[in-house]
C-alpha cells in the first residue's frame, strides 16, 4: 500500500476531511450495537435448511475474535486481506476483523478465474485469504503452485474435503477464532484495544472498478466515506433502522458492502444469508425483507417466472391476471403521468389488491418490501411498470463504486420512467460543458489504489469526474445517458452511445444481452443474445422445437421474433441510428474468455476481436456465416466448433412496417 494509506491519523488523510470525528468508524458502531442492542438479531444465515442466529453481542464476539487471530498471524495496518466465496457470516465477520486491524479487506467474484485472480493478489502483495470452501482453496493452491509465493495464509470457512489433511498454509476460520479467543485470556486488554485501533479517516474495504478497458482499478473506501453515504441515504428515506435485508448479490460488489455492512451496522438491519445463491428465491419467501435490492436484470428474469407461472395456473388465476394487471399498469401510468385515479379505480385497485396483488407478492417474498430498488443498466419500462402496478414502490438510484454507489436516487414522490432522481442530501451533482456527470460529496472516495495518474483524470478540482453522459431536467432529476468515453460516430458522422440503444434492445424479454456496432461504418448492426429461459418458453408454446441454446438462437422463427424487437427500437431511433443487421449469437457473452466484465459489462475490444468474422460478415452483405467458436473445458484445454449462423436484415421499409 502507499505509504500514506499505512497511517491511521495520516496529516493528509485528516486535511481531506478535517470535520470528521476519528471515532466515527464502523467498529464503533458495531461495538455501540453489542452494548445498547447486544440481544437483537444482526445476522441469520439458512445452513442446512434451519436459520441460525446472530446478536449483536455475538457479532461483535466473533470479530474481534477473528481480529485478535489474523493479528497473531502477522497480518498488520496496511496488509490486504482476499476475500472469496459466496456470502458467508465467517466471511463477513473476517472482513470487519481486518478492518479493526487497520488491514484492507479485498473481496473478488467467486467465480474469478486463477488466471485474473492472480492479478489482483500481484498487484496488491496479498499474503492472506479468507475464502469459503474447497473450490477456492484448489484455486489459490493452483496459483501459488503456478510461482505465487507470497501467499502465506489460506482461512477457510467450509471445512468439507479439508478436514483431514489441509494442504500447506490452509487452516479452518473457526480455528482462528479459536486462537484468537485465546489470546483474550492470555491478554486482558486486548479486546478493548481491537475496539479502538482503526479510525474514520482509515480505509475500510479495496473494492475494484469493473474492468471494461483494462485491469481493474482499487478503490479503497474509508469508513467517512462509506458512513457519509450510508447517513446521506437515511436521510433523504432510502434507509430505515431496523430493516430486514437479504445478502445474496456477490461481495465484491460496492453494494453488498453498503447495504450488508455499512448501512447494516450503521441502522441495525437484520441481515439474512441465503443458503446457496440457488436458493435465494426460495429463502426470499422465508425472509419476508423490508428493503430488497435487484438488477434490471433479476427484476426482468422475476418477472418472466412470473409469467411463465401464470400461464401454467388455473383457469381463474389467469383469468384475475388477465383483468386486473393491464388494469393496474394503466392506473400506475396515469400516476406516473401526473394524473389522480378517480375513486371508483383507486377502490377496484384495493379489490385487486386482495384477490391477486397480495397473494401474488407472498408467493414471492415481496409482500413486506417497503424500499425495492434496482441501479445498474436502464430497466426496461414494461419491467418497471408492471412492479410498480403490482404494488412495490420500485425506485432506481445512481452511482459507482468510487461514491459508494450513492448519490442519486428517485423520490417517492416524483417517479419517472427516464431519469435517475435527485441527489441525495449532502450530495452536490453539475453537467460539464462536455456533458459529463460530475458530483462532489463526503462519500467520493480520495484516490484510487496505487494509479496516481488515474486518480489525476478522475478527481479535479475538487469534483469527481464519472466518466457518465447526462443532463439534468428542469426539475433538478438526473438523466444518464451512458459511458462519454462510449460516444461513437458512424462514418457518416452521426453521433451515438452504444449502450444507449443496448439497454433499449435488453428491455425486451427476449433479448438477454446484445452489442450494437456502428463505429466509423456505414450503419449499425448487432449482436444478439437471447434470453434462453423466456425464448425457450416462447418456442414452447409456439411449438418450435429445438436441441440446444445454439440451435434454438438460429430457428427461422426466433429470429422473426428478434426482428420485430428491433424493429420496436429503431422506431424509437433516427432514421441514421437504425439498426440494419443483426445475427443470434450461439452462446452468450462468457466472463471467462474476457468478453465481460464479472458484472456483465462488456469489453468491446475483446468482443471486436472473438467475433471478427461475423461482424464482417454483418458489413458484407452476407446472409450466414460459417463460425468456427472457440470452447474452453474446465481441465484449461480448448477447441473449436463449427456454427452456422444466419445473419438478419432489417430494411428501412421493414422497419416502419413492423414499428
Not at 510461482?147 to 467450509?158: E, K, R, T
Not at 401510468?333 to 379505480?345: C, I, Q, V
Not at 426496461?380 to 404494488?391: K, Q, S, Y
Amino acid at each position: 500500500m502507499q505509504p500514506e494509506q499505512r497511517q491511521p491519523h495520516a496529516i493528509g488523510d485528516i486535511a481531506l476531511h478535517p470535520h470528521w470525528q476519528s471515532h466515527d468508524h464502523l467498529i464503533h458502531w458495531l461495538v455501540y450495537n453489542a452494548e445498547h442492542h447486544g440481544h437483537e438479531v444482526a445476522l441469520r444465515e439458512r445452513r442446512r435448511g434451519i436459520w441460525q442466529s446472530y446478536t449483536w453481542r455475538q457479532y461483535l464476539d466473533e470479530v474481534l475474535a477473528l481480529a485478535a487471530g489474523l493479528e497473531a498471524l502477522g497480518v498488520e495496518p496496511g496488509d490486504r486481506v482476499l476475500v472469496i466465496g459466496d456470502n458467508r457470516p465467517a466471511l463477513y465477520f473476517g472482513m470487519l476483523a481486518a478492518i479493526a486491524l487497520r488491514a484492507l479487506p479485498s473481496p473478488a467474484y467467486p467465480d474469478t478465474p486463477p488466471e485474473e485472480l492472480r492479478g489482483q493478489l500481484e498487484t496488491e502483495s496479498i499474503r492472506c485469504a479468507l475464502v469459503e470452501d474447497q473450490e477456492q482453496v484448489d484455486k489459490l493452491l493452483t496459483i501459488r503452485a503456478a510461482g505465487y509465493g507470497a501467499l502465506d495464509h489460506i482461512l477457510y470457512d467450509d471445512p468439507r474435503g479439508l478436514e483431514q489433511a489441509p494442504p500447506p498454509g490452509a487452516r479452518a476460520i473457526a480455528a482462528l477464532s479459536a486462537q484468537g479467543r485465546a489470546r483474550f485470556s492470555a491478554e486482558p486488554g486486548l479486546r478493548a484495544a481491537l475496539q479502538e485501533r482503526t479510525s474514520v479517516h482509515a480505509p475500510a474495504v479495496l473494492l475494484h472498478s469493473s474492468g471494461t478497458t483494462g485491469r481493474p482499478k482499487g478503490i479503497p473506501l474509508k469508513h467517512g466515506h462509506i458512513i457519509a453515504a450510508v447517513r446521506n441515504a437515511s436521510r433523504a428515506g432510502y434507509f430505515r433502522e431496523g430493516e430486514v435485508h437479504m445478502a445474496y448479490l456477490p461481495m465484491a460488489w460496492v453494494g453488498d458492502f453498503i447495504f450488508s455492512v455499512g448501512a447494516a451496522i450503521l441502522l441495525r438491519f437484520c441481515v439474512h444469508i441465503p443458503e446457496q445463491q440457488e436458493t435465494a428465491l426460495h429463502d426470499l419467501r422465508e425472509i419476508a425483507p423490508t428493503l430488497y435490492f435487484g438488477s434490471p436484470r433479476a427484476w426482468s428474469s422475476m418477472l418472466t417466472r412470473i409469467q411463465v407461472g401464470i400461464k401454467e395456473s388455473s383457469p381463474l388465476k389467469r383469468a384475475l391476471y388477465a383483468h386486473f394487471m393491464p388494469f393496474a399498469e394503466r392506473l400506475e401510468r396515469d400516476r406516473l403521468e401526473g394524473r389522480r385515479p378517480a375513486p371508483w379505480r383507486r377502490l377496484w385497485r384495493g379489490v385487486g389488491e386482495v384477490l391477486m396483488f397480495g397473494p401474488l407478492k407472498d408467493q414471492l417474498g415481496l409482500r413486506r418490501v417497503a424500499r425495492p430498488y434496482t441501479a445498474g443498466d436502464a430497466m426496461g419500462e414494461d419491467v418497471f411498470l408492471f412492479f410498480r402496478a403490482l404494488g412495490l414502490d420500485l425506485r432506481q438510484f445512481y452511482g459507482q463504486t468510487e461514491n459508494c454507489a450513492l448519490c442519486v436516487a428517485q423520490d417517492p414522490g416524483s417517479v419517472s420512467l427516464h431519469t435517475a432522481g435527485r441527489p441525495f442530501p449532502g450530495v452536490e451533482l453539475r453537467i460539464s460543458d462536455e456533458g459529463e456527470i460530475l458530483m462532489r460529496a463526503d462519500n467520493v472516495f480520495d484516490g484510487y489504489f496505487d494509479n496516481p495518474e488515474a486518480t489525476a483524470e478522475t478527481l479535479r478540482a475538487g469534483w469527481m469526474h464519472t466518466g457518465d453522459a447526462g443532463q439534468l431536467e428542469a426539475d433538478g432529476q438526473l438523466v444518464v445517458l451512458g459511458r462519454l468515453s462510449e460516444v461513437v460516430y458512424t462514418n457518416t458522422g452521426e453521433r451515438f452511445i452504444p449502450t444507449y440503444i443496448e439497454n433499449r434492445l435488453k428491455f425486451s424479454d427476449y433479448i438477454r444481452e446484445a452489442c450494437v456496432l456502428g463505429r466509423e461504418r456505414d450503419f449499425l448492426a448487432a449482436l444478439v443474445v437471447i434470453d434462453s429461459e423466456a425464448v425457450g418458453h416462447w418456442a414452447q408454446i409456439n411449438g418450435v422445437p429445438y436441441t440446444s441454446f445454439a440451435d434454438l438462437s438460429q430457428k427461422p422463427e426466433v429470429y422473426a421474433l428478434v426482428r420485430a424487437e428491433v424493429a420496436r427500437v429503431n422506431a424509437l431511433l433516427p432514421p441514421a441510428l437504425a439498426i440494419r443487421s443483426f445475427v443470434n449469437l450461439h452462446k452468450a457473452f462468457d466472463p471467462d474468455d474476457g468478453e465481460v466484465t464479472r458484472t456483465r459489462k462488456l469489453r468491446r475490444d475483446v468482443i471486436d476481436a472473438h467475433y471478427a468474422p461475423i461482424i464482417e460478415s454483418l458489413y458484407a452483405g452476407r446472409d450466414s456465416i460459417e463460425y468456427e467458436a472457440r470452447i474452453g473445458y474446465e481441465t484449461g484445454a480448448s477447441g473449436t466448433l463449427k456454427r452456422h449462423l444466419a445473419i438478419a436484415r432489417v430494411n428501412a421499409d421493414r422497419i416502419a412496417e413492423e414499428a
